[in-house]
């Protein structure tokens, strides 16, 4: 196996220089041309004192210049420090000084970054380019942090090699393959999963720089897709589309996603009603170079409620109890995982996800929510997850997201944005279906009703949003008279 990502850029272009590596709409690139245009633009990076050891901050949409600066930045053996398309100039300046960048490469540049454009072929490569199979970090990707600013997560060569091999394995991807990229490459779902598993198997890249979800359909159907990448969010509109009279065309074989929690009863109908034959779910965090364990096919893992994942070769997980002893098998607990993933130091090796879940008899691993959403309310422990899923079980409801809301009494009180199913928005039909199977302390106080959930631009949900949402609606008068 190829010892960096660098090395695989030039594997590509060797084994298969004629076959496409990206195209995102405008620009399409052989991985030969990609090559060549990746060593413009080292050159470029070089003049401006790039080389092995440095950082280069990149910001930009899913387009071919963003994936031909990440090379070149490999190709000088520098590493990565991505960016979401939308970070203000303050906010990348900010960064760059904490992870000590070189430079700053941006699509929206201010004075003194470097603009992202599509670099023509090689006309000013530098007189030595990094040694092939260098090693250290490919690339240092943001997650939130408990100190209010992004934490810096470094991510190894070979570990993402070794990891995204298995994973690619595992879901059969191979050189036929085409991928649309509509996760942000910024984040370790598009970086690691999109980009890496594409060098990894010489798997084609369709970029989406502008997310519409009207264009996406006729993209999928055009560009031959094969496997599509997102969260779940992304299967239902692509479900809706269809059902709708969108066309995805016939090549579609894979919907590929990641979240804290995958309920393949939600899932499994949005991909029968889009024809995708399969769906497959992978569990994990930046901090764990983005997966710890892998569910090849929902509809086969063959245990009811949220997907069982088998954690991936040389991964270990376990489920432990407040005060952090083993919970029997079946038992919810908090879950932690060590293993050569783990890119954040730990006294012990063991890192603390911040997720609940429970394990099976043979290991593999449920996840049913976020231990930080639990709520209190009149002294009684809330999964708002729990709460969702029974207010989706009323036919009036497509989704739901619920939050807590402080209360001076009972410490939360609940409340639900729903986006409808159909036409009626009866919001004490919806109510009195989620009574049914909900503690009375469970039940929300007040629902409104919205056109879409909000979501970060991985399309995890935005609680925060959820919280401006219904800011808005709700009087907080009312915060006093909902009492149980």
Same mark, same amino acid.
């Given at each position: 196996m190829a010892a960096s990502l660098a090395d695989l850029w030039y594997e590509r272009a060797l084994r298969e220089p004629r076959a496409i590596a990206v195209d995102d709409g405008? /620009?399409?690139? /052989?991985?030969? +041309?990609? %090559?060549? #245009?990746? #060593?413009?633009a080292a050159g470029l990076l070089a003049a401006h004192g790039v080389g092995p050891g440095d950082v280069v901050v990149l910001q930009g949409r899913n387009t071919v210049a963003? =994936? =031909?600066?990440?090379?070149?930045?490999?190709?000088?053996?520098? /590493?990565?420090? $991505?960016? *979401? +398309? +939308?970070?203000p100039a303050a906010d990348r300046a900010s960064y760059a000084g904490r992870v000590g960048a070189r430079v700053v490469v941006a699509e929206t540049p201010v004075a003194g970054e470097i603009p992202l454009s599509t670099p023509q072929p090689a006309h000013l490569v530098p007189a030595t380019l990094a040694p092939r199979g260098a090693g250290g $970090?490919? =690339? @240092?990707?943001g997650t939130s942090g408990t100190a209010g600013h992004r934490t810096a997560v470094p991510m190894d060569h070979d570990v993402l090699l070794r990891l995204y091999d298995d994973v690619a394995g595992l879901l059969d991807i191979d050189h036929r393959d085409r991928l649309l990229g509509v996760v942000p490459l910024a984040h370790s779902f598009g970086f690691n999963g999109l980009l890496v598993i594409a060098l990894l198997t010489g798997a084609s890249v369709r970029l989406v720089p502008d997310r519409s979800r009207a264009a996406l359909p006729g993209i999928v159907r055009e560009s031959g897709v094969t496997v599509v990448c997102g969260p779940p969010t992304l299967l239902h509109d692509l479900s809706a589309a269809v059902r709708a009279g969108a066309d995805l065309g016939p090549r579609v074989r894979l919907f590929m996603t990641g979240a804290t929690e995958i309920r393949p009863e939600v899932l499994l109908p949005m991909a029968a009603a889009t024809g995708i034959p399969r769906v497959s779910a992978g569990y994990g965090l930046t901090q764990t170079c983005g997966t710890v364990a892998v569910c090849p096919d929902i509809a086969r893992a063959g245990i009811g409620g949220h997907a069982p994942m088998t954690p991936l070769p040389g991964v270990e997980v376990r489920v432990l109890d407040a005060v952090g002893d083993p919970v029997p098998t079946g038992a919810p607990g908090r879950v932690v995982t060590r293993g050569y993933q783990v890119a954040v130091a730990t006294p012990d090796g063991w890192f603390t996800t911040g997720d609940e879940g429970h394990l099976h008899d043979d290991g593999r691993l449920c996840? /049913? *929510?976020? %231990?930080d959403d639990q709520l209190v309310v009149s002294g009684f422990n809330v999964d708002p997850a729990r709460v969702e899923t029974a207010l989706e079980r009323s036919p009036l409801v497509a989704r739901a997201a619920v939050v807590g809301l402080p209360d001076a009494r009972r410490g939360h009180r609940l409340a639900a944005v729903v986006v409808p199913a159909g036409e009626s928005?009866?919001?004490?039909?919806? %109510?009195a279906v989620a009574r049914a199977g909900l503690a009375r302390y469970e039940v929300p106080d007040a629902l409104v009703w919205v056109d879409d959930l909000p979501h970060t631009a991985t399309g995890k949900l935005s609680?925060?949003? @959820? #919280?401006? %949402?219904?800011?808005?609606h709700l009087d907080p008068a009312d915060d006093e008279e909902n009492d149980r």
């Open positions: 405008t /620009t399409r690139l /052989t991985w030969s +041309e990609a %090559l060549d #245009r990746a #060593r413009g963003w =994936v =031909v600066v990440a090379a070149a930045t490999h190709l000088l053996g520098a /590493t990565l420090a $991505p960016l *979401g +398309e +939308e970070e $970090p490919a =690339v @240092v990707l996840v /049913t *929510g976020r %231990l928005r009866d919001g004490e039909a919806v %109510l609680r925060a949003s @959820v #919280r401006a %949402l219904l800011a808005e």
